[in-house]
C-alpha cells in the first residue's frame, strides 16, 4: 500500500498562474482533508470531504477549490496564485478504526511558492 | 470552536533527558486526543492517542494521559534520543461528528543532542 500519495513535490509558480494539487490513497477512507503549513501556524484545514460526493470548507478556503474526483482522489486548485499562498501543502485521508477513533494518515506533502 | 495551546518551542534537550511538552484544548463533546510527529521533510505521523477520559496513550517510548478535569493531555518521554528530534502536534477531535476532523496546535520543536 502507498498510503496517501501526492503530486507534485515542489512547484514554483508566477503571481496569477494557476494549479492544482492532486492526491490520492488506497486504503478505502471515507474522508480526506487539505492543509496548509506555514511557520509557527501549525496546520490549518483548508477544505476537506467527509465522504464521497461533498466537500465542506476549513478554517482558510479563501483562494482554493476543491474536488472530490472519487472516493480514491481528492484536488486542491488554485486559480489565482499569489504569494500569500506561499507554504507546503498536506493531504490526509481518515476513516473509522478499531476503538473508536478517526485517524488522519498524511501524505509527504508539496512545497509551493509563488513569486 | 475547537482549538489546542501546545508549550512553545523550540525545546533542545540532551540525549537522555526527561521530556514533557504541555498541551491543553478545548472541544465538543467527549474528543479523542491524538499527538502527531513530523520528522524533517516528511508529513505528519499518528505517535499515539487516547480516546476516553484516563486512556493513556504510548508508543515508542512517548506516553500521553487523557485529563478530563484539566483538559490536558501533556507528552512524555523518559529518556530521549537523538532520533526523536522532531516537531510534535497535539490534536483533539470532537465527538459527535462522523468523520475525523482534527483542530491542529501550532507545533513545538524538539532538538536533541548528543
Known amino acids: 500500500n502507498a498510503g496517501v500519495t501526492q503530486t507534485p513535490k515542489f512547484q514554483v509558480l508566477k503571481t496569477g498562474q494557476s494549479m492544482t494539487l492532486q492526491c490520492a490513497q488506497d486504503?478505502?477512507?471515507?474522508?480526506m482533508y487539505w492543509y496548509r503549513q506555514d511557520p509557527g501556524m501549525g496546520l490549518r484545514l483548508i477544505y476537506y470531504s467527509a465522504s464521497e460526493g461533498t466537500t465542506d470548507k476549513g478554517e482558510v478556503p479563501n483562494g482554493y477549490n476543491v474536488s472530490r474526483l472519487n472516493k480514491r482522489e481528492f484536488s486542491l486548485r488554485l486559480e489565482s496564485a499569489a504569494p500569500s499562498q506561499t507554504s507546503v501543502y498536506f493531504c490526509?485521508?481518515?476513516?473509522?478504526?478499531?476503538?473508536?477513533?478517526?485517524?488522519?494518515?498524511f501524505g509527504p506533502g508539496t512545497r509551493l511558492t509563488v513569486t | 470552536g475547537d482549538s489546542v495551546t501546545q508549550m512553545e518551542g523550540p525545546v533542545t534537550l540532551s540525549e537522555e533527558a526527561f521530556l514533557t511538552i504541555n498541551c491543553t484544548y478545548t472541544?465538543?463533546?467527549?474528543?479523542?486526543l491524538f499527538w502527531y510527529v513530523q520528522y524533517p521533510g516528511e508529513g505528519l505521523q499518528l505517535l499515539l492517542k487516547?480516546?476516553?477520559?484516563?486512556d493513556k496513550g504510548s508508543n515508542k517510548g512517548f506516553e500521553a494521559t487523557y485529563r478530563k478535569e484539566t483538559t490536558s493531555f501533556h507528552l512524555e518521554k523518559g529518556s530521549v534520543q537523538v532520533s526523536d528530534s522532531a516537531v510534535y502536534f497535539c490534536?483533539?477531535?470532537?465527538?459527535?461528528?462522523?468523520?475525523?476532523?482534527?483542530?491542529f496546535g501550532q507545533g513545538t520543536i524538539l532538538t536533541v543532542h548528543p
Open positions: 490526509a485521508s481518515s476513516e473509522l478504526s478499531q476503538g473508536g477513533s478517526y485517524e488522519q494518515y
Open positions: 490534536a483533539p477531535r470532537s465527538g459527535g461528528t462522523s468523520y475525523g476532523k482534527l483542530t
Open positions: 487516547a480516546t476516553k477520559a484516563d
Open positions: 486504503m478505502n477512507h471515507n474522508s
Open positions: 472541544a465538543t463533546g467527549y474528543p479523542s
